[in-house]
């Protein structure tokens, strides 16, 4: 990422998106925390990165973290859906800063337990990812090992993961 700043209402957008993402009975358990760069709120969300996460995600012009509320609004129940709803959201967010060309990036190497801690997240919510969000850098502004991981990531093939019928290995 360059390092450059965006908008609130650019960042907001991709908010908006995120809120339109479906969810089982239309719960909506998402809730995005965020701190962007040069606020008071960065250091606290910078900090809970992986060392290797903090490499790049240092030129982000913003940092949010994901959460969802483990229990259905419409009756209190444990909700099998949540963090698939969140995904859902998650990838609505993701589409929506890819189309406008920035960069979208959701991290599990960050210390969820101290998030849940410092960022005061209620128990009833599970911390999900966090995500860097930026406008694209130069990748020759990154160290070697980074630059060379910069491009797409190979994927299964369809027989790995597409089963007709029961479940096999």
Request: proline share 5%.
């Amino acid at each position: 990422m360059s390092g450059e700043e965006m908008s609130r209402e650019e960042l907001f957008s991709l908010f908006e998106a995120a809120k339109w993402a479906p969810s089982s009975f239309n719960n909506q358990p998402w809730r995005f925390l965020y701190a962007q760069r040069n606020t008071e709120h960065w250091d606290r969300f910078f900090d809970l990165l992986a060392e290797g996460n903090k490499v790049w995600a240092a030129k982000a012009a913003a940092l949010v973290l994901l959460v969802s509320k483990k229990t259905s609004d419409r009756d209190g129940k444990p909700s099998r859906t949540h963090s698939f709803d969140a995904g859902a959201a998650w990838i609505s967010l993701a589409l929506q800063g890819t189309m406008r060309g920035l960069v979208v990036h959701a991290m599990g190497g960050f210390n969820a337990n101290k998030a849940q801690q410092v960022m005061r997240v209620p128990e009833e919510y599970a911390v999900e990812v966090m995500i860097a969000v930026g406008k694209p850098g130069n990748k020759d502004d990154l160290p070697d090992p980074l630059r060379e991981r910069e491009k797409p990531s190979g994927r299964k093939s369809l027989a790995e993961i597409v089963m007709e019928g029961a479940f096999r290995r």
